[in-house]
């Protein structure tokens, strides 16, 4: 593209077109003033929408070179809503802006809220998709420990109900094996 415009701007320059010249010039200077490098928070609301819509590659996009390739389809997140972003903490090259994601069918209807990790890539703030993906690996420990906790009260009632069942098998295997004892006694007697 370079090239093809320094040929054009040869060609104006040799046929001596000074007003295209101007024209080609201002151009430039005007899409270079357009390309503005957006901030954490417009970052962090393009991804996440990517993501919800399931547009992957545009979500690739928003990503740090090294993270693009995790950035795959997320069934979890799929047709939920991104309610808002909130605090951002910019520090050096590093960004954090805190997310938040209402679940389609979530029972609690509570928002998924995290820290999305924004790093600056050649200028440019691009998600940390690994360090966001940790971010949110964190949150559902109190999800699953509620739900670890439902299913060991359900594995205690049920070994509760089992318990006196083991204990009359063991009884009476118990008895069986003393039954078993004194007749291997009795026939040791005999035979002495």
Not at 21 to 32: A, C, D, E, P, V
Not at 156 to 163: G, T
Request: hydrophobic content about 40%; aromatic content about 6%.
């Amino acid at each position: 593209m370079i090239k093809s415009l320094l040929q054009i701007l040869h060609q104006n320059y040799i046929n001596h077109k000074t007003s295209r010249l101007i024209g080609i010039l201002s151009l430039l200077f005007l899409f270079n003033g357009c390309q503005t490098t957006l901030s954490p928070e417009q970052t962090t609301t393009a991804f996440w929408k990517a993501m919800v819509n399931d547009e992957l590659e545009t979500a690739r996009k928003y990503t740090t070179r090294e993270t693009q390739d995790l950035v795959i389809k997320q069934e979890n997140i799929m047709g939920a809503s991104l309610e808002k972003t909130g605090v951002i903490v910019i520090d050096g090259p590093d960004a954090k802006v805190a997310t938040m994601i209402m679940l389609k069918n979530h029972e609690s209807n509570k928002p998924l809220t995290f820290d999305t990790v924004l790093l600056k890539e050649d200028d440019v703030w691009k998600v940390d998709y690994q360090k966001t993906l940790t971010n949110l690996s964190i949150l559902p420990f109190g999800e699953v420990i509620n739900s670890l906790r439902a299913i060991g009260d359900v594995i205690n009632k049920k070994l509760e109900q089992q318990i006196p069942l083991f204990e009359n098998q063991v009884k009476s295997l118990s008895d069986e094996l003393i039954r078993q004892l004194n007749e291997f006694r009795h026939q040791l007697e005999k035979a002495r």
